[in-house]
């Protein structure tokens, strides 16, 4: 009800799970705001990450209007790029310092809707798994770039290294995804006439397809493999 009124319109909830939907109701510093939240706080891993970036690519240079526009497409894409890798590094940073301070106790948790104790699990095995480049592969994987930072608090990760992969994987997180959105959406339009812009729900229900299936495959894959160790020969 409150943000029905706020926006002027009629608002569904589903509508948080849609990226077009931060782009044209808050631009970018909701972006920004959105990315920060789904990388340091636990409890944005629903929030829209990939798809997002996407999306701001292809609306870069409106984004970068209402800051202030460089008066060329990679300068606003550097731009627009550059305030969402600060809020996605200060977001890693904020993960970072809730598992180190308060990490251990949340593998004492229940369930719940915002959290799943299963999704710190996989993000820790993810990480141990990888070590320091998990960091920066988590970035591109949903769900578990929201935990990644908080198991590297809980297992003491050196800061100096976890630093350094947060950066790394953060900027080349941002910038691939939005230089993924411009450039693919302004070749596309000007080979085939087709509009990205225009279809972003199946554009969006791609991505998330592509960046979820493996996590999906290794669930599947996991429970049937554990199903087989647990079966009596």
């Known amino acids: 009800m409150l943000l029905s009124l706020l926006l002027g319109a009629e608002f569904h909830w589903t509508q948080l799970l849609q990226p077009q939907f931060y782009v044209e109701h808050g631009g970018l510093w909701l972006v920004v705001l959105v990315v920060f939240a789904e990388t340091g706080l636990f409890a944005g891993f629903f929030l829209p990450g990939d798809s997002l970036l996407f999306v701001a690519g292809i609306y870069s240079s409106d984004l970068a209007r209402s800051l202030f526009s460089t008066g060329n497409e990679v300068g606003d894409l550097l731009l627009i790029g550059s305030l969402i890798s600060a809020a996605g590094i200060a977001g890693n940073f904020v993960g970072f310092w809730f598992g180190n301070k308060v990490g251990h106790a949340m593998y004492e948790w229940k369930d719940n809707l915002l959290f799943k104790k299963r999704y710190l699990t996989q993000a820790h095995d993810f990480y141990e798994k990888h070590g320091g480049g998990a960091i920066v592969i988590a970035r591109f994987i949903p769900i578990v770039r929201t935990f990644a930072p908080i198991v590297a608090g809980i297992v003491g990760m050196d800061k100096k290294k976890f630093s350094f992969f947060n950066i790394v994987g953060c900027v080349a997180w941002v910038f691939s995804m939005l230089f993924a959105g411009h450039f693919l959406q302004k070749w596309i339009l ?42 009596p020969s």
Do not use: C, M, N, W
């Not at 990205?196 to 894959?221: N, Q, S």
């Open 190 to 231: 000007a080979r085939f006439g087709f509009d990205l812009r225009l279809h972003l729900e199946v554009i969006v229900l791609g991505i998330v397809f592509v960046t979820t299936a493996p996590l999906i495959y290794k669930l599947i894959f996991h429970k049937k493999q554990s199903e087989s160790d647990q079966t």
